[in-house]
């Protein structure tokens, strides 16, 4: 069956694209709609209506209303509810990941199905069980501040009209003993997550963006349309905020953001309206503004000390060290925030990177550079603007020009902000289900669950094609452009890759967990990818290397091969503490379609570094002739190590830190920074590691190309180790 969307196409007043639109206009746009269907503009204008008689007053009359009737509706949506309990809005979080799927593929498989009315049922548990709880005594209580008011609002009852009075008072009666009843229940069905309104307003959205790409662009309607889409996405956000207290990011999706970008991009007089709608995603959740404000006095304390071209003492140092500690402990508190939040889990984290580098920079033992310590606060200060955190924005203060993002710089940070805000979704971002083409997986999911669904709202454009610097509008004599085609003189060959010194193009191999059939090909290979401040591991199959790489680092580097004798080592462990650290770990993704004997998705294969101690006093293998204090085992393998309990609890934990990671050095590869200072990689940053980069050394001289946005100043990455300490 096809789902029909509920809400109805949007039209503007004449003149809807002249000057700036606010949120406020794009309310008024949604609230001038008329019900009446069959009227083609949907609007009366002065040059539609006939009548002489609509002068200027009367224009004059409709836009007073018009705004008022914005200012009701924004009134209406803005009246406070009840908080939702935090043991109820922790349950939206598998609700949240499934709502944002439905921007690209409505359709609601049977097991999401599943999970959404699991969750309602536990709400209405949760209800059930609170009415239990009300006592005698608070009925008692209630009834005793009933008396105590009605004398008060007899009083402010009486008119000259008795029976008016009488009519008031039955009804205060019944007004008040309701309130009573709403104090001393909740309703089964209070506070469910609305599946419903926010698939109605996704579909509705969708169904209208189809209508704006179907129209051309001199259609004077796609004006009037864009500014309904937009008006239609504020409603949307403001109501899911007011009326089920449900932040519009949380369900948001990278889907929208583009068709909103594109519309704001043909009509920018669109753009103050979308610049607030945005503000609102990139703006602090109140839980994690909670996080940071705590630490606002450590941050000016840190600022203070950083100030150009002031030396620091020994003390004054140390102080400034200390605090790196005490930004780290916040970022830890955050993590945990935004994972209940089911968001990024760096989002809004103190950017490590740049903090630390402003230590290296203050150190007394060398000369400060204040040019460099100066650009770093200017990026602390931009960053914290652009985010909206109020609770740092106003605590550096630097003369001369501020460093303002630029459009393009504004335009990357929100991008890599809206994206990153699903990763953490394994059902999002299995593959096959890329982020830009929503189109991807709409007849695959389709054809599975044969409902019918509508295309897919819009298909990104492609990159532009590469130009030829000497390229000309030269013909053949038929006056024919060619000059479309462009020939690299380069012999089409690539280049085979040399291992030397354990170095890939994935990074330089930390461990190596030989296959038992002997196949190199079928090894797994353990890549160290991160900086020494930030270690980072991936892991690779001996198919993903060059053609011979596998064997020849497998014969080169046998010293890496991790072979772990499970019986040795748990003996040790029972003797005494022999394993110091635990982590981090990495993953090796399968193909979406492998599954288990038990028809189950099969999960990603897991590796975990274990740091074994070399006190001999706690771990009696550590005086042994070749002893290998450090080893990458299997998930199997820690179970039967540590115990499937202990291992299940920190399992998820170094996962989601693992991740998180993935997303930051993803984001640096992609934008061509260093990781620790996400400035642009020089060219020895690019010998020494050229994992790090994209930019191929050798490009041919003749082709141009295109690079969009190129800029370091949205990477907010959290810098931990991603390491338990027992």
């Not at 772990?564 to 635990?582: D, L, M, P, S, Y």
Request: net charge negative; charged share 30%.
């Amino acid at each position: 069956m096809t789902t029909t969307p509920n809400i109805q196409p949007l039209t503007a007043p004449a003149g809807a694209n002249s000057g700036s639109t606010s949120l406020s206009d794009a309310l008024a746009s949604f609230a001038q709609h008329q019900d009446d269907s069959d009227d083609e503009g949907g609007y009366l204008s002065a040059a539609d209506d006939g009548d002489d008689s609509d002068d200027e007053e009367d224009k004059e009359t409709r836009r007073q209303m018009e705004e008022e009737g914005a200012a009701n509706a924004i009134a209406k949506l803005g009246e406070k509810k009840e908080p939702i309990p935090e043991e109820i809005r922790a349950l939206y979080k598998q609700p949240y990941a499934i709502a944002r799927k439905w921007w690209d593929d409505p359709v609601l498989p049977e097991s999401k199905a599943a999970i959404l009315t699991s969750c309602n049922a536990k709400i209405t548990k949760i209800n059930e069980d609170f009415n239990l709880r009300v006592s005698q005594e608070d009925k008692d209580r209630l009834a005793e501040d009933f008396e105590k008011r009605w004398p008060g609002i007899l009083e402010g009852l009486k008119t000259e009209d008795a029976m008016q009075d009488q009519s008031d008072e039955e009804l205060h009666v019944t007004y008040l003993k309701q309130e009573i009843q709403q104090k001393l229940c909740r309703y089964p069905d209070q506070d469910w997550f609305p599946t419903v309104f926010i698939m109605d307003n996704i579909l509705g959205f969708n169904h209208q963006y189809r209508e704006f790409m179907a129209l051309s662009s001199n259609n004077p309607e796609r004006t009037v349309k864009a500014k309904g889409l937009l008006g239609a996405a504020v409603i949307f956000q403001t109501s899911l905020q007011s009326t089920y207290q449900i932040d519009y990011k949380l369900i948001s999706s990278p889907t929208v953001m583009r068709a909103l970008g594109r519309i704001v991009k043909e009509n920018p007089e669109n753009k103050a309206a979308f610049e607030e709608f945005t503000a609102t995603l990139i703006a602090l959740l109140p839980q994690q503004s909670m996080v940071l404000a705590s630490a606002r006095h450590n941050v000016k304390d840190f600022v203070e000390l950083c100030t150009p071209g002031t030396k620091l003492t020994t003390d004054e140092f140390k102080r400034l060290k200390g605090a790196i500690k005490t930004f780290d402990e916040k970022n830890k508190e955050l993590e945990v925030v935004n994972n209940e939040l089911a968001v990024r889990l760096t989002e809004h984290a103190l950017p490590m990177g740049t903090m630390k580098a402003l230590v290296r920079l203050k150190d007394p033992a060398r000369i400060e550079n204040t040019v460099d310590v100066t650009k770093r606060l200017k990026t602390l200060q931009a960053s914290w603007k652009f985010a909206q955190e109020t609770e740092f924005a106003d605590l550096i203060d630097l003369p001369g020009r501020p460093l303002i993002l630029t459009d393009a710089q504004r335009k990357a940070k929100e991008d890599f902000f809206i994206e990153s805000v699903i990763v953490d979704d394994p059902e999002i971002t299995k593959p096959g289900k890329a982020l830009g083409n929503p189109a991807l997986n709409t007849s695959q999911s389709t054809q599975q669950s044969g409902v019918k669904v509508a295309p897919p709202p819009f298909m990104p454009p492609g990159p532009d094609p590469p130009t030829s610097q000497k390229a000309s509008k030269s013909t053949n004599g038929s006056g024919i452009d060619l000059s479309f085609l462009v020939l690299d003189p380069d012999d089409g060959s690539v280049e085979l890759s040399a291992y030397v010194n354990g170095k890939t193009e994935f990074g330089t191999v930390d461990a190596i967990r030989a296959s038992q059939t002997e196949n190199a090909r079928h090894s797994r290979f353990i890549i160290s990818c991160g900086t020494k401040s930030t270690p980072f591991y991936r892991v690779k199959k001996g198919c993903d290397l060059a053609p011979g790489g596998a064997e020849q680092l497998q014969e080169d580097l046998k010293h890496l091969s991790s072979v772990h004798n499970f019986t040795e080592r748990r003996r040790a462990q029972k003797a005494g503490q022999a394993i110091e650290k635990f982590g981090p770990c990495c993953e090796l993704p399968t193909s979406s379609g492998t599954m288990t004997k038990g028809g189950k998705s099969r999960r990603p294969d897991l590796y975990v570094r274990i740091q074994y101690s070399q006190d001999v006093s706690k771990n009696s293998l550590a005086k042994t002739n070749g002893f290998n204090h450090v080893e990458w085992l299997t998930r199997t393998e820690c179970i039967r190590l540590v115990g499937a309990k202990w291992f299940a609890q920190r399992e998820a934990t170094m996962i989601a830190k693992y991740r998180s990671h993935l997303i930051y050095f993803d984001g640096c590869i992609k934008y061509n920074v260093h990781p620790d200072t996400k400035m642009e990689l020089t060219q020895q940053d690019l010998e020494e590691c050229p994992w790090w980069g994209t930019k191929s050394p050798k490009q041919s001289a003749t082709i141009q190309i295109k690079k969009e946005d190129e800029t370091d100043d949205y990477i907010e990455g959290q810098n931990m180790d991603g390491v338990e300490e027992l």
